[in-house]
């Protein structure tokens, strides 16, 4: 009977395979971490509480500054303070009342010309 080459496990052709190696040891690595802090909780913010404060301004000897506003029948308005709504030209006048006039009944140059004499820059919209 004639001998057969072995042809399985570590030897092949009659030759042994590479040496087994030996297994390198093994390190476990154990991290310790502190456990996380407890959320930050702040207090609620103070309530805001809303306020209205009259500022007067501080005595001077200089008349007050206040816009003309020129119609165009000719008349003159004083006015301490000037806005558009609408329409309507709101202002407040010397007695601190709160009056209002057709934007169409103003003379837009004559009231541009009148405050720009006077340095003051009154802006009114464009005439529809």
């Known amino acids: 009977m004639h001998a057969r080459p072995f042809w399985g496990g ?27 802090a407890p959320p930050l909780v702040l207090p609620p913010p103070e309530p805001i509480h809303s306020s209205i404060q009259e500022l007067k301004p501080a005595p001077s000897n200089e008349p007050p500054v206040f816009f003309v506003i020129a119609l165009k029948d000719g008349s003159r308005l004083t006015a301490a303070a000037v806005w558009v709504q609408g329409n309507d030209l709101r202002y407040v006048d010397a007695d601190d009342q709160n009056r209002r006039v057709p934007l169409a009944a103003i003379d837009r ?20």
């Not at 052709?13 to 996380?36: K, Q, R, S």
């Not at 140059?109 to 529809?128: D, F, G, K, M, V």
Request: proline share 19%; hydrophobic share 40%.
């Open 10 to 36: 570590n030897v092949w052709g009659g030759y042994a395979a590479y040496p087994e190696m030996p297994l390198p040891p093994v390190t476990n690595v154990v991290v310790f971490e502190p456990p996380p």
């Open 109 to 128: 140059t004559a009231t541009r010309e009148l405050n720009q004499a006077r340095n003051l820059n009154l802006r009114l919209p464009p005439a529809q």
